[in-house]
């Protein structure tokens, strides 16, 4: 991952209006593109871009602009390879509408029937959620994307697992909420269903048809093709591919499906991915573009109007890489812009510029009005930072020392979170990445980023995390806003599980005087159980000095007193007290 140094675009811009020349004859209607897109690298201190323009079943224009390797002055080429990210999306649920009418499912039915191991936060959405609605960004779900962004896992399965814990905002179909969760389910529901890979089902029902040869999954592969872009400022589960191969793409759902006069998709699939099944926001026209109005999804599309033209698209951004597919059905048109600058405007601005001399429109200047709309946001950000006030106590300290945060936590949605201290400063392994927890005031904590060269953030603000006390005195959790549209994610306490051997554990066990009780402790097979009359068996994790955690009760455990090699005595430590009983002889 590179970041490209303003200083350097701007001591080279002459460099980079630098287009790949191509021998082709440009379409009348496209007079002055090259000229027009080239001052996009200028405007926007890119690195580089690639576009192609498809018209029915042919490409009309495809060019690369700048470079895909910056510092080695190589020039993009239509053939350059770029994550296209989010326009990934409709590649996957078109997996769906291909095993739809192969009659392996109904887009209309509950997921969970065909995928029993998914199950959501509430009956309501385990009886209700359909294939349309993880498609439309309908279910309820909130974007949730620290939980398989941050909090990485080595399977989808396991990701799939962690849904059940991931809370709604809204009731099923009451709004749009974007989930990127939602279209690895429907990954998974391919795979189930097809017993092959999500990768492989990709390749073999998309790619192969379509002659996408180059085109592949895996962040991986991208640096190994001899003609692939680096993304500037890459993370996996994205398309890689080029605007020539992605224009066969295009050029599929603008026929029907058809490639080639070969059925790749299925028309009626097609007619249902672009007809609108949610609606996104309000859509009423602006008074500077009156002509752009509606906005809606469909399955795995973006819908709107374009002055005058139905359109459907969608834009893409992972690490390093933005990109927008985008076709007009009605107009047999499709334009496919590429780019290695992370989170990017050039992918839009490029396509309306092309879409406008296609249909003979009024001229805009996208680029200069964007540029004024970032700057008077820029402003306007800046006049609210000075009149905001800081809700930050000065002069408070954390209620405990700093090593006694230490520990393992767990929220059952995300996953693992490790906090330890070095240095005189509390530090946290949160999935992927290493954070500095900067001190606010009382317990809680700023998560701050770091890296070597850079060295710690300093800068105000950043997502908040607030350790909590259990009854015991010691740290038993902490809650962080992860996901803003719901309550704050809390992580428990996890104690790390020391393993003991069978040998080790035997010296616990016995018969136990409590209260005129007995509490039995026992083993089966490496693991200690506790029970106590009238409650179930309890299953213990061990976390030192003769003390184990019960595994199902937050805030409980059991101490043993040994005396030599063997226990004589045992204290249950709870909320309400601890209750010491002694070892029967």
């Given at each position: ?126 009886n209700g959620v359909t294939s349309i609605d993880l498609m439309s960004h309908r279910t309820g779900l909130p974007r949730h994307d620290f939980s398989w962004y941050l909090f990485t896992t080595k399977s989808r399965d396991s990701l799939i697992e962690r849904v059940q814990y991931l809370e709604p905002s809204a009731t099923l179909r009451e709004r749009w909420q974007y989930n990127n969760f939602m279209f690895l389910v429907q990954g998974v529901l391919a795979e189930k269903l097809t017993g092959k890979s999500w990768e492989a089902n990709i390749r073999e029902r ?154 003979g429109l009024k001229y805009i200047n996208w680029s200069g009005d964007r540029k004024k709309e970032l700057e008077k946001s820029k402003k306007e950000a800046k006049e609210a930072e000075g009149t905001k006030q800081s809700s930050r106590v000065t002069g408070t300290k954390p209620s405990h020392g700093l090593k006694e945060y230490e520990g393992n936590f767990n929220h059952p949605g995300y996953g693992d979170a490790g906090v330890y201290w070095r240095n005189d400063s509390l530090f946290s392994n949160m999935g992927k990445d290493s954070v500095w927890l900067r ?147």
């Open positions: 991952m590179k970041k490209l140094s303003l200083l350097a675009v701007l001591a080279c811009c002459g460099m980079l209006v630098y287009a790949q020349k191509t021998k082709q004859t440009v379409d009348k209607r496209l007079t002055g593109i090259d000229t027009a897109l080239s001052r996009l690298l200028k405007d926007w201190n890119a690195p580089g871009f690639a576009v192609a323009v498809v018209e029915k079943d042919k490409v009309i224009y495809s060019k690369g602009f700048g470079y895909s390797d910056y510092e080695a002055k190589k020039p993009v080429t239509p053939n350059t390879l770029f994550a296209i990210g989010s326009c990934t999306k409709a590649f996957t649920s078109s997996l769906l509408g291909i095993l739809e009418k192969e009659g392996k499912l109904s887009l209309n039915k509950k997921v969970t029937e065909y995928l029993p191991t998914l199950q959501f936060f509430n009956n309501e959405m385990n998309i790619f192969t048809p379509l002659g996408m040869s180059r085109s592949n999954l895996s962040v991986d592969d991208l640096p190994k093709d001899n003609d692939a872009a680096i993304g500037y400022r890459l993370k996996n589960d994205s398309i890689n591919s080029s605007v020539t191969e992605m224009a066969n793409w295009v050029i599929t759902w603008i026929n029907d499906g058809k490639f080639e006069g070969k059925e790749v998709l299925p028309a009626g699939y097609i007619t249902k991915a672009f007809s609108s099944h949610m609606s996104t926001g309000g859509g009423y026209p602006g008074k500077t573009n009156p002509d752009i109005y509606f906005s809606d999804y469909g399955l795995g599309w973006s819908l709107s109007s374009y002055r005058g033209h139905y359109r459907v698209d969608h834009g893409g951004n992972i690490d390093g890489f933005s990109a927008n597919t985008s076709f007009f059905p009605a107009d047999s048109i499709g334009v496919i812009v590429l780019t290695n600058q992370n989170g990017s405007p050039i992918p839009a601005l490029a396509r309306n510029i092309i879409i406008d001399k296609l249909f001190h606010y005031h009382y317990d809680v904590f700023e998560i701050k980023g770091f890296d070597r060269q850079d060295g710690l953030d300093t800068t105000e603000g950043g997502t908040k995390i607030n350790f909590r006390t259990g009854e015991d005195g010691k740290i038993s959790g902490f809650t962080a806003s992860l996901e803003p549209n719901v309550k704050p994610i809390e992580f428990s306490y996890k104690p790390k599980a020391r393993p003991l051997t069978r040998q080790e554990l035997e010296k616990y066990t016995g018969e136990y005087s409590l209260a005129g009780m007995t509490a039995k402790v026992y083993l089966k097979s490496e693991i200690l159980y506790v029970f106590v009359p009238g409650q179930p068996e309890y299953e213990t994790v061990y976390t030192g000095d003769h003390t184990f955690k019960l595994k199902v009760l937050d805030g409980y455990s059991v101490k043993f007193d040994v005396s030599g090699n063997e226990a004589n005595a045992l204290t249950f430590i709870q909320p309400n007290g601890n209750f010491k009983a002694v070892k029967k002889k």
